[in-house]
C-alpha cells in the first residue's frame, strides 16, 4: 500500500502560523508606535502655527507689548475668529476642536541697547488628550512652548 505524502503535517502548519503571529506582533507594535509619533507631530505643528498666527496679529493690530511686568495674553479662538488661524482639530479624535481654551502668552524680553525689540511667545494647546507640557534644562516642567522673535 502506498502512503499520500503531498500535504503539509501538523507541526508544519503550526510553525508557519506561530512565525506569522510573531510577525504581526511586531509589525502592530510598530504601527502604533508610528501613529503615535505622527499624532505628538500634528500637536507640534498646531503649537508652531498658533506662534505664527500670534506674531502676525500682533503686528497687524499695532499691539504693544510693555516690558514689566505686563504680557499680553491672547486666546487661539481669537486667532481662529480673525481668520489668522485655521481651527485647531484634535489629531487623535478627528472632530474635537482645541482652540478653545488654547492660549498665547506675548512678553517683550529685556534687551540692553539692542535696536530690534525681543519677543517670548509661550503657546499652551489644550486639547482632550494633550496639553502643551515641557521641561526646561533643569528638570522643571512648565506650561507651554517657548518660542522667541
Known amino acids: 500500500m502506498k502512503l499520500n505524502n503531498k500535504g503539509f503535517t501538523m507541526v508544519e502548519m503550526l510553525g508557519a502560523v ?50 514689566e511686568p505686563a504680557t499680553k495674553v491672547i486666546e487661539v479662538s481669537t486667532l481662529v475668529d480673525s481668520g489668522y488661524l485655521n481651527p485647531l482639530e484634535d489629531p487623535r479624535t478627528k472632530g474635537d476642536l482645541c482652540h478653545v481654551g488654547s492660549t498665547v502668552t506675548v512678553s517683550k524680553t529685556k534687551n540692553q541697547g539692542a535696536k530690534l525689540e525681543e519677543y517670548k511667545y509661550v503657546v499652551v494647546i489644550k486639547c482632550n488628550h494633550y496639553t502643551s507640557t515641557r521641561e526646561d534644562a533643569s528638570g522643571n516642567e512648565y506650561e507651554g512652548k517657548i518660542f522667541n522673535s
Open 18 to 67: 506561530a512565525i506569522l503571529a510573531i510577525v504581526s506582533g511586531i509589525a502592530i507594535t510598530s504601527y502604533t508606535k508610528y501613529q503615535e509619533k505622527v499624532r505628538q507631530d500634528a500637536y507640534e505643528a498646531m503649537e508652531t502655527s498658533a506662534f505664527s498666527a500670534a506674531q502676525n496679529y500682533i503686528q497687524d493690530k499695532g499691539l504693544v507689548v510693555p516690558v
